[in-house]
């Protein structure tokens, strides 16, 4: 984990207009909904055109950050190799 922190790309900073601010912290707007719609779709927040989520401009994996500290890492999967191994059945519901 140490080693993917340090050779990511610097954050892409969330849009202000997504953040709410309160005395001792923030919140990205509509957070929880957006959290529960990609778990249920099983996909990122760009698949679900989550409007916080910002296009990283080289691909790969972007990190989005609120203020300086970054909430979430997405990956595109470019660097991932593909096999012929199917993923596991899913099972249970969220």
Known sequence: MLEAV???PD????PDAAITKFDDRVTVDG???WVER???????F?????????TSPVGGTEDLAVDVRI??????????????????PRTGSL
Request: net charge positive.
């Open 38 to 44: 990609t778990a249920r779709a099983g996909a990122l």
């Open 71 to 88: 909430v979430a890492v997405r990956d595109d999967g470019s660097a991932v190799t593909p096999t012929t191994a199917s993923p596991p």
């Open 11 to 14: 954050p892409i900073r969330i």
């Open 31 to 33: 957070i929880a909904h």
């Open 46 to 54: 760009s698949e679900v055109h989550a409007p916080f989520v910002q």
């Open 6 to 8: 340090r050779r990511a």
